[in-house]
Nanobody, 115 residues
Framework: QVQLVESGGGLVQAGGSLRLSCTASGSTLSINYMGWYRQAPGKLRELVAGILNDGTTNYAGSVKGRCTISRDNAKNTVALLMNSLKPEDTAVYYC?????????WGQGTQVTVSS
């Protein structure tokens, strides 16, 4: 079992920045991939960014160049720094990982970007 706890969401004006953080606990030894997804009202949940143990990253095209995902393997944390935020970035952001093929999700943190 893996537990994920996010923090760092909030309300920000367009053009501003936010940093989301997620801490994993429990059976974390075999975790390789960690990522951030988001879900806006009425839309499907979508990938924002992901990172492997070796630091390899991937980003959704809509956030590439504006977001940076980072990871501290020793502390089992993953962070997402979001810059130049846009109103369309408004969503609930979820931390994600998988262990032995089983997916785990955090409870989500709301990010609201006002225009």
């Amino acid at each position: 079992q893996v537990q994920l706890v996010e923090s760092g969401g909030g309300l920000v004006q367009a053009g501003g920045s936010l940093r989301l953080s997620c801490t994993a606990s429990g059976s974390t030894l075999s975790i390789n991939y960690m990522g951030w997804y988001r879900q806006a009202p009425g839309k499907l949940r979508e990938l924002v960014a992901g990172i492997l143990n070796d630091g390899t990253t991937n980003y959704a095209g809509s956030v590439k160049g504006r977001c940076t995902i980072s990871r501290d393997n020793a502390k089992n944390t993953v962070a997402l720094l979001m810059n130049s935020l846009k109103p369309e970035d408004t969503a609930v952001y979820y931390c994600y990982t998988a262990d032995s093929g089983r997916p785990y999700w955090g409870q989500g943190t709301q990010v609201t970007v006002s225009s």
